[in-house]
């Protein structure tokens, strides 16, 4: 059963900057395609960015492209993600999940079936 801890969330001003870490407590963490979903109050989940198992491969929701940065150490089974320039939108809960599956559903929220508890990011103006 893979566990998965978020840490980092916060209260910040526009255009701050923040670091969630996810760690997670499992051997095969190597193997896992890694993901940060937030949702927002009254809106539904959404996919902020992935990482693929080795870290070669990286995909972001339009809105955080040139923002966000994901990234991972396998060797800690630990996936970041740097917020940069934040917004007031991109308040919510920070989830942190993991899949096993191919790459290519790597957009299909149902392919992740371990999730964190979340770590909540308010972003004031």
């Known amino acids: 059963q893979v566990q998965l801890v978020e840490s980092g969330g916060g209260l910040v001003q526009e255009g701050d900057s923040l670091r969630l870490s996810c760690v997670a407590s499992v051997r095969s963490f190597r193997t896992l395609n890694m993901a940060w979903f937030r949702q927002a109050p009254g809106k539904e989940r959404e996919i902020v960015a992935v990482?693929?198992?080795?870290?070669?491969?990286?995909d972001y929701v339009d809105s955080v492209k040139g923002r966000f940065i994901i990234s991972r150490d396998n060797a800690e089974s630990t996936v970041l993600l740097q917020m940069n320039s934040l917004k007031p939108e991109d308040t919510g809960v920070y989830y942190c999940?993991?899949?096993?599956?191919?790459?290519?559903?790597?957009?299909?929220?149902?392919?992740?079936?371990?999730w964190g508890q979340g770590t909540q990011v308010t972003v004031s103006s």
């Open positions: 990482i693929s198992w080795s870290g070669s491969m990286t």
């Open positions: 999940a993991a899949s096993g599956g191919a790459w290519l559903r790597r957009l299909d929220s149902t392919e992740y079936n371990t």
